[in-house]
């Protein structure tokens, strides 16, 4: 069983940055992909970025591209998300989410990930 928990989030003025955390607990994620979700009132959990078991691969939405960045340090059992020019309708809770990765294909839906982190809010300002 993997327990993560985010931390990191925060009230920032627009055009400023967050880094969120998640630390995992519980077993090694190795082999894992470790993905990033967010979710405002009233809308869907929506995909926000990613990286896969091995670390090298990283895959981002189209509303987060070139300014989120996705990062794991699997020695320490954690996972970063770097968030620049933060734009208003980036407000959302921040959730991170874990799934075995080997021998399967990365993804975008939130049903295929198995361990969730409580979330963390982040409000941006405009």
Not at 3 to 21: I, K, N, P, T, W
Not at 47 to 64: E, H, K, L, P, Q
Not at 69 to 81: E, Q, V, Y
Not at 92 to 98: E, G, I, L, N, Q
Request: glycine share 14%; net charge neutral.
């Amino acid at each position: 069983q993997v327990q993560l928990e985010e931390s990191g989030g925060g009230l920032v003025q627009a055009g400023g940055s967050l880094r969120l955390s998640c630390e995992a607990s519980g077993r090694t994620l190795t082999g894992y992909d470790m993905g990033w979700f967010r979710q405002a009132p009233g809308k869907e959990r929506e995909f926000v970025g990613a990286t896969r078991w091995s670390g090298g691969v990283t895959d981002y939405s189209d509303s987060v591209k070139g300014r989120f960045t996705s990062s794991r340090d699997n020695a320490k059992n954690t996972g970063h998300l770097q968030m620049n020019r933060l734009k208003p309708e980036d407000t959302a809770v921040y959730y991170c989410a874990a799934r075995w990765g080997i021998l399967r294909s990365g993804s975008h839906n939130p049903n295929d990930y198995d361990y969730w982190g409580q979330g963390t809010q982040v409000t941006v300002s405009s």
